[in-house]
């Protein structure tokens, strides 16, 4: 079965970057998805194919993806920015496969 | 704007059966441009698809969870559903609908509904 790994959690300040990695064999050849979680919310899509920003969210977040890893980049990290974040992908036994989430504090 | 309503109980005996609904507001499941799917959310846990339907019926499911689940559509009444059989505490979980434009993204979810396996 085909994995994808993210760390458990990053810590970043207010106003700075942070960045969320996402691994998997290959997965540069993939598109990638990912996720932002609040607490007690339903997932909401942030990045989709790789490095494109659905309507509405904030040009602070950007997205990479080359080799086996997938990059979520927040510039200017706001307070509101912190949550779990998944990565997201197509497989083909298992359709849709996500990363573990990682949870990213705002200190 | 579509929306996604999860509906069912909120409680299920071990070796029972789960049961919910998905009803779709804002668009119809008849579109043959979407899957529309489920994905479950332990406490505390990650993100685990379940599986989809299309509008023809259609189904494609986790090869962990196939053998107890079975999910339907029901195009007069802009639903889907999910069954999964033989239960236990193992599938507590929130348990959202969701409608993936195909194999493009997971566009649009329900609030999620929890669903406790307890005796």
């Known amino acids: 079965s085909y994995d994808l790994t993210q760390p458990p959690s990053v810590s970043v300040s207010p106003g700075q970057t942070a960045s969320i990695t996402c691994s998997g ?18 997932p909401v ?44 992908a197509w497989g083909s036994n298992t359709h849709v496969i996500f990363g573990g989430g990682t949870k990213l504090s705002v200190l | 704007q579509v929306q996604l309503q999860e509906s069912g109980p909120g409680l299920v005996k071990p070796s029972e059966t789960l049961s ?25 846990k990650g993100l685990e698809w379940i599986g989809y339907v299309d509008y023809i019926g259609f189904t494609k499911y986790n090869p962990s969870l196939k053998s107890r689940t079975t999910i339907s559509i029901d195009t007069s009444k802009n639903q889907f559903s999910l069954k999964l059989t033989s239960v236990t505490a193992a599938d507590t979980a929130v348990y959202y609908c969701v409608r993936e434009r195909k194999a493009a993204v997971l566009d649009y979810w329900g609030q999620g509904t929890l669903v406790t396996v307890s005796s």
Do not use: H
């Open chain 1, 45 to 88: 899509l942030v990045m989709s194919q790789d490095n494109r920003r659905p309507s509405g969210i904030p040009e602070r977040f950007s997205g990479a993806n080359s080799g086996n890893t997938a990059t979520l980049t927040i510039s200017g990290t706001q307070a509101m920015d912190e949550a779990d974040y998944y990565c997201q």
């Open chain 2, 20 to 44: 919910l609904n998905c009803t779709v507001s804002g668009g119809s499941v008849s579109s043959g441009s979407y899957y529309w799917t489920w994905i479950r959310q332990p406490p505390g």
């Open chain 1, 25 to 42: 064999d290959k997965l540069g050849d993939k598109f990638v998805y990912w996720y932002q979680q609040r607490p007690g919310q339903s």
